[in-house]
């Protein structure tokens, strides 16, 4: 798994909203022994046939790394994030396993090398389904993050622009996959295609997904102008995204992920 969150509050409705001044917690984990088993036997099936890498690159626009904020300054990043089109141009999509709350943690769209060139967001509110809230189930394992900076009433989409969230898509698609492993301060990023291991999950298999790049957006129809696709999965899910770099997971996004923006989009 890539990042593990502790601490994600159970709530009585569709939605676990954090608000800010809960503490963020993220320990780096890599399973039990026996889920390492499992997932040692899965990816020795696949390792044959995977024989590309994830590529460093500068970044793009509406594709970000997760951060913690110490005394004001940046801290670690720990998790990927994007943003996603929306009617208030204010909403990120990451992995549910990657957030706890939303005090401290920030995100850093187009992180490049220690450059932030399009600003610093703080999380103030974070939605994650109650089926992952109450028993982390993988099929839930979708997070919507509300961004904003203090001070400022533009949103970040009129910044760095937005992919479009597809729910309800084809199992096999042509995706690029991007993510931060947390060994680095560069985004990697590789094409394959998608399939369907088993029900309502997606494996992408390329290497060098690491930890950190949990969240990491699975982007279809990718525009070679602007960068921009649409995000049909992210990093996570099955294993949390996966117990080896070469392959990894995402929850299939169907009525869940749907219904979920639709809350956030009401900001309830």
């Not at 450059?115 to 839930?140: E, H, L």
């Not at 993050?145 to 203090?150: A, K, N």
Request: a negative charge; charged letters at 15%; hydrophobic letters at 40%.
């Amino acid at each position: 798994m890539r990042w593990r969150a502790r601490g994600l509050a159970a709530a009585a409705a569709l939605i676990t909203v954090a608000t800010v001044g809960v503490v963020v917690t993220v320990t780096p984990t890599k399973g039990t022994a026996d889920d390492i088993a499992s997932g040692v036997a899965r990816g020795v099936r696949n390792l044959l046939s995977n024989s590309r890498d994830g590529q460093d690159f500068s970044g793009t626009p509406a594709v970000g790394a997760l951060f913690r904020m110490s005394n004001g300054r940046l801290g670690s990043h720990f998790c990927t994030a994007s943003v996603v089109n929306s009617p208030h141009g204010d909403l990120v999509i990451t992995a549910a396993h990657c957030v706890s709350g939303a005090s401290g943690m920030v995100f850093v769209p187009g992180y490049d090398s220690g450059r932030t060139p399009y600003g610093i967001w703080t999380v103030t509110k974070v939605y994650a389904d109650q089926a992952w809230a109450s028993s982390a189930d993988p099929d839930d394992d979708v997070a919507f993050l509300r961004v904003s900076q203090p001070g400022s009433i533009t949103p970040i989409e009129d910044v760095t622009g937005a992919e479009q969230l597809g729910t309800g898509s084809p199992t096999r698609q042509l995706v690029e996959v991007i993510g931060y492993p947390d060994s680095a301060d560069q985004p990697i990023a590789c094409q394959n295609w998608t399939r369907e291991p088993m029900p309502d999950q997606l494996e992408f298999d390329c290497g060098g997904y690491t930890d950190g790049t949990s969240g990491g957006p699975f982007l279809a129809d990718v525009n070679s102008l602007t960068g921009q696709g649409t995000v049909i999965g992210v990093i996570g899910g099955y294993e949390q995204g996966g117990l080896l770099p070469q392959i990894s997971y995402s929850s299939m996004f169907g009525a869940n992920v749907a219904a979920l923006y639709q809350v956030a989009v009401a900001g309830g």
